[in-house]
């Protein structure tokens, strides 16, 4: 009998593929969400690892606010190619076209909430019994008590006062018909971890993770990005400068970092410093304290 | 940029796990907001609207326990209703909290958290010492098997920080926790979670204990041989058939390794049909391996074309393994539904689904007094009990306390899905 030592995010690794293998073995039509963001990203990298040397027995669904940044689309197009990946594409404008969805008006619009309209649209539309999704509960303390498999009535609603305790490691997706589970492999890694994980394995990113010149406009404290769509107040002046999104959303609420980090190792030593949380520049969040937890109950990502 | 953060040293660092149990009153809240507050693992935009949050509610310091305040409902009552998972990292470890409530009614949540956690830390109030509660969170952290225990003597602070106060509570501790663990990695801490004595920093208050923080502890415990690393085990959990052309024939079982070292050219059984056969590869999407071990996921490819599936197990040629449809479990209900007897539900064990008949409750036992109660049959919601239960296909088993693994299984409803009991193989 030996010793053995497993590094933490060798292990954290492992835990995302034993729930991901556990998703394709207990589900009839599992999917992947795929926002364009560097978590979901990871994901489609650890689905690759869990299946090799078969390909992902999942397709990669995106909810597309049509208010994404040209970068992520592109990005999202070649890694869907490159893992031979079926690649499933929701859009908030067709809900919004045919009266499923209202848009939202005024100065701070966003299509962030009209998502979960076309998300849970689609998960009926293709009869999807599992949601693979990169949320973490480091990132908002709703999400710190989300399960690994979290259940979903037939209106798609989290309950988090009815949650199955989830014990060692058996997940019970156990569900009736026109139920669906949310599963989240990378529950226990942190913004750090992830990372380092990207810096571990030379995982590719959309190029607006790292340093770039853009028009931006000051908001409550949040930098945004300028678009046809943004509706600027009078007083907001557009500012030309090098920026970076410290996480990936539609334009209306990823706020912007004002950086100069252009690889992965200055993204690290940047969070290190960093004594703000990740979410602290998502616009969609400062709308009440409670925000998340809300949107979450509807059955947001 | 001048680096100032080292990823190699991340990249080097190990996971331990913890839970902490407490009643209501006992400062976990604020222990946990001390940890992460003085390891420098909470962010400015946090801080700021706990401070809000503060003075809104009156309170002239930083109230700790909000930083661990989830969900409304909570904000509401004051209460933790569920586990919450919390994270902190220091250059030495990542650690992962289970912060599960103390109430008596919320066992099952203790249960829960328990279930993963490499370390438990046992919180008791210096004012009332060792009370009915501190039985019950110690016996259910025994039960499910955490390899080390953590007893924190908080309000030092309340109790002049006095070495008697701390002697006379890990003397009465000691006295009843060697009957349930005679053999149990056991530490005591005296603290003062709101003031910060021994949970980060050296206390200056308490200068007759040596024995290291609270975070030193967390740190240092060996983690090491937690798992079972004697007894050859890996349950398959999902056949790799890629019916591509470069990998026709290509035939994996994937799964996590939940005991003992495998090797190529290891011979091995296969259960439950008995069937010998030998490991020709290890493999991973990075390349293949010369060894896997826990709690490793990985690919095994065997020698000789056998029928096995998801719920069969690749496990070593010694002795060992049990194979039974008559299983004697100790569980912990977890349901408003009481268990019925002679009702039948779905059973998971590994990643083995069958069906089960409760035969007999041998007893349910008071965990304050760990007294058996062979009369009652009735086990509710938070009741911990032995009971005896029949599969419909064999179980391919160990004890629990043999591994934690293949040594525990879960009951579920059959009528609602819900997961209705946490059960531990005796």
């Known amino acids: ?301 | 940029m001048e680096p100032t953060f080292s990823s190699r040293a991340y990249l080097d660092m190990e996971l331990l796990r913890f839970t902490t149990a407490g009643s209501v009153d006992d400062g976990k809240s604020t222990l946990i907001g001390r940890l992460l507050y003085d390891s420098k693992s909470i962010f400015e935009d946090q801080l700021d609207a706990v401070k809000r949050a503060s003075i809104q509610k009156g309170s002239e310091h930083i109230n700790l326990a909000l930083f661990t305040d989830g969900l409304r409902a909570e904000r509401e009552q004051g209460i933790t209703i569920d586990v919450a998972y919390r994270y902190f990292a220091t250059p030495h470890r990542k650690f992962i909290i289970a912060d599960t409530p103390g109430h008596i009614q919320y066992t099952r949540n203790m249960v829960t958290g328990a279930s993963t956690a490499n370390a438990a830390i046992v919180l008791i109030d210096a004012r009332n010492g060792v009370i009915e509660q501190t039985h019950r969170h110690t016996y259910i952290a025994s039960l499910l098997g955490i390899p080390h225990i953590i007893v924190c003597i908080n309000k030092m602070d309340l109790m002049d920080f006095r070495e008697e106060v701390y002697t006379s509570i890990k003397n009465d501790f000691q006295v009843f926790a060697r009957q349930i663990f005679p053999a149990q990695d056991m530490r005591f801490i005296p603290i003062s979670a709101l003031k910060g004595d021994n949970v980060v920093k050296a206390s200056g208050n308490m200068p007759w204990y040596t024995d290291g923080t609270l975070l030193h502890h967390l740190e240092t415990i060996p983690i090491s041989q937690d798992h079972d690393l004697k007894n050859q085990r890996f349950p398959v959990q999902y056949v790799i058939r890629p019916e591509s052309d470069e990998f026709h024939d290509y035939r994996g079982y994937a799964g996590r390794v939940a005991g003992g070292f495998f090797h190529p050219g290891d011979k091995v059984v296969v259960y439950p049909s008995g069937i010998e056969s030998e490991i020709t590869a290890i493999d991973t999407f990075s390349g293949p391996l010369s060894e896997a071990h826990p709690p490793m996921s990985v690919t095994l490819t065997l020698k000789d074309d056998i029928d096995l599936g998801r719920g069969d197990m690749i496990a070593g040629v010694e002795p060992g393994l049990q194979v039974s449809c008559d299983i004697n479990a100790m569980i912990c209900w977890m349901n408003q539904k009481p268990l019925q007897i002679n009702g039948k539900y779905a059973l998971r064990h590994t990643t083995r689904d069958v069906r089960c008949i409760i035969q007999e409750v041998d007893y349910v036992l008071n965990i304050s007094t760990l007294e058996k109660i062979i009369e009652n049959k009735n086990i509710l919601m938070n009741d911990i009990a032995q009971i005896r239960l029949r599969t419909t296909k064999p179980l391919l088993f160990d004890a629990y306390t043999t591994n934690r693994i293949t040594g525990s299984l879960i009951l579920i409803d059959e009528s609602t899905n819900e997961t209705v009991a946490a059960g531990m193989i005796v």
């Open chain 1, 1 to 301: 009998m030996g010793d053995y030592h497993l590094t933490h995010l060798k292990e954290l690794e492992s835990e995302a593929i034993y729930v991901l293998r556990e998703v394709a073995a207990q589900f009839e039509r599992p999917v992947l969400l795929f926002s364009g963001g560097k978590d979901s990203i990871v994901l489609v990298h650890l689905s690759r690892k869990a299946f090799y040397p078969a390909m992902i027995p999942f397709p990669l669904l995106h909810i597309d606010t049509g208010h994404n940044f040209t970068e992520t689309i592109e990005f999202r197009d070649r890694l869907a190619r490159s893992v031979n990946a079926r690649l499933l594409v929701g859009s908030v404008q067709e809900s919004i076209n045919n009266g499923r969805a209202v848009e939202e008006k005024g100065i701070n619009a966003s299509r962030n909430v009209l998502q979960t309209v076309t998300l849970l649209d689609t998960i009926e539309a293709h009869k999807f019994d599992a949601a693979i999704g990169g949320a973490r509960r480091d990132e908002e303390k709703a999400r710190a008590k989300e399960r690994f498999f979290s259940h979903r009535d037939e209106f798609g609603q989290w309950d988090p006062k009815n949650q199955r305790p989830e014990l060692w490691y058996m997940f019970n997706g156990k569900k009736r018909m026109g139920e669906h589970f949310r599963v989240f492999p990378i529950s226990n890694w942190t913004e750090m971890d992830v990372w380092q994980y990207i810096l571990a394995e030379h995982i590719d990113l959309p190029s607006i993770y790292f340093t770039h010149e853009r028009d931006v406009f000051y908001r409550d404290g949040v930098w945004l990005a300028t678009a046809p769509f943004m509706e600027m107040k009078p007083k907001e002046k557009v500012q030309y400068r090098k920026v970076r999104c410290r996480t990936v959303g539609d334009i209306s609420c990823t706020g912007l970092t004002l950086s100069t980090a252009d690889t992965v190792e200055d993204i690290i030593q940047e969070i290190a410093a960093t004594r703000v949380t990740e979410r602290g520049g998502r616009y969609d969040d400062k709308r009440s304290e409670a925000a998340m937890e809300d949107r979450k109950k509807e059955g947001y990502f």
